[in-house]
Nanobody, 110 residues
Framework: VQLQASGGGLVQAGGSLRLSCAAY????????MAWYRQSPGKQRELVAR???????TYGSFVEGRFTISGDNAKNMGFLQMNSLNTEDTAVYYC?????WGQGTLVTVSS
């Protein structure tokens, strides 16, 4: 399984970004896909996990600002991020099973 994350960039505080993760290879389902993030000097932390269309979990810091979704027909996962703040600046990684994407950088300016 290979994962390719995209959609990062520079955004002002209060803005939005939508990250995408494309899965390639022997994919049974994208249920279980998760997004993690890592800031300099900090440990990688879970942002959100897509269990299925009716169940998702989020890190406590999300506070309703992000939405994770997935499209099994296209083997794609998404992370919609709204109301971004400077503390959201990090490299964001998607994960499925034991496979990690390459990361996409999100920079939020004040």
């Amino acid at each position: 399984v290979q994962l390719q994350a995209s959609g990062g960039g520079l955004v002002q505080a209060g803005g939005s970004l939508r990250l995408s993760c494309a899965a390639y290879g022997n994919i049974d389902s994208i249920n279980g896909m998760a997004w993690y993030r890592q800031s300099p000097g900090k440990q990688r932390e879970l942002v959100a996990r897509f269990h299925d269309k009716s169940a998702q979990t989020y890190g406590s810091f999300v506070e309703g600002r992000f939405t994770i979704s997935g499209d099994n027909a296209k083997n794609m996962g998404f992370l919609q991020m709204n109301s971004l703040n400077t503390e959201d600046t990090a490299v964001y990684y998607c994960k499925l099973g034991t496979s990690w994407g390459q990361g996409t950088l999100v920079t939020v300016s004040s």
